[in-house]
């Protein structure tokens, strides 16, 4: 489930400001904060990560849908050697020790653990920001009330579209229905509700009307995740939008954003997977409001783009650390052997001295480009897996050569419809 990378949550009010609840240097762009900033801006200060990163825990990798893009390839049956209650809170009271300030509880789907509740009311009692990441299916008159006690400071549900369109992705007829129906359940009981897309060309379509349900039915949050390739994701990477799908569905999100700003709707909008977004907004601003492009600048310059391996952690079902959910193929060690904040603070591992390196050493366009300092070199597990080389250019990012201030045309990387790669 979850679509897609880190899937975290952000909620309104109060959050945009990094006292509260510290997401602020996550690996996701955050549209609605720098809406607000063109209304009224502020110094950008300097760079602050968190004390710790945002751990998003997939609990178990059973799941009762067999999604097209699941990065943790669930399936409905158990799995063996899954952590136990037991050792899910001796990881919990580490991770607090630690300065771990949020829980993501995901899956699989997190509702098919029977301890499910006890954990989330746990972490509530240890002063986690606690978020739930449902497909939403489960959630129904049986455990709503179950789900209303554990006061999540978020759930999340992921939508791939609407109707049969998503039904089509999650493989379950009537799943839509089932999910819409959870995600009423959760905001007629005050819950803090998102929705997640990730979008394809097979789903794209659906983009307008899923803003528009946004609205209709008074969902707090709209995450929107490019594809990455991980998981099952990685298997139907040569279905992933291409670059001028990808620019459209961007200048959709921003204007109806703006729109909402505009209007005093407070709904929140965030992207992630494709950190190429925060420059391509700065782009934006220069088209529709040229004086405010030198604050957006240096505000997007503080977020400082992808931060996995180093503001956002994942832990899955067998307690395998991994730089973000979308590095499920790389281990950096398992916590029934090492505590957590042990590994998570290693750079022995190769990978993780390149991710906490700043600025990372990357190659190719994204080496070269002008805002890499925005963007961070975006999604290295994307660069891995089609290049080999996680420190490859992003074959991902869709700003053309001008855009990133490299010379047009030059031999870069590039890939296939066929998934192979060639230099053009």
Known sequence: MLGALIHVKAELPGLLSNTRFPFGKCTMFRISQYMQELVAPKQPGPKQNPPAPVVIWNLIRRCNLTCKHCYSISADKDFPGELSTDEIFSVMDDLKRFRVPVLILSGGEPLLRADIFAIAQRAKAMGFYVGLSSNGTLIDATNIDRIAECDFDYVGVSLDGMGATHDKFRRME????ASLKGIRLCRDLGLKIGVRFTMT?????????LLELVEDEGIDRFYFSHLNYA????????????????????DLLFDTCW????????KEFTTGNNDADGVYFLYWVKKK??????????????WGGNSSGVNVANIDNLGN???????????LGNIRERPFSEIWTDVSDPL??????????????CGDCQHFDICNGNTRVRAQQLTGDAWAEDPGCYLDDEE???????????????????RA
């Open 174 to 177: 009537g799943a839509f229905d």
């Open 201 to 209: 060309q097979d789903n794209a379509h659906d983009l307008p009307r």
């Open 231 to 250: 998981g099952r994701g990685n298997k139907n990477r040569k279905d992933d939008a291409q670059h001028k799908l990808t620019r459209w569905a961007m």
């Open 259 to 266: 729109d909402y700003q505009q209007r005093g709707l407070h």
């Open 289 to 302: 409001f040229p004086d405010k492009a030198a604050n957006i600048r240096a505000r997007l310059a503080q």
């Open 321 to 331: 650390v991994h730089p973000d959910t979308m590095w499920w193929h790389y281990n």
């Open 352 to 365: 993780m001295a390149g991710l906490k390196q700043f600025p990372r050493r990357v190659s190719g366009r």
């Open 404 to 422: 990133i201030g490299v010379e047009p045309g030059r031999e870069r990387l590039t890939v296939t419809p066929h998934i192979r790669l060639r």
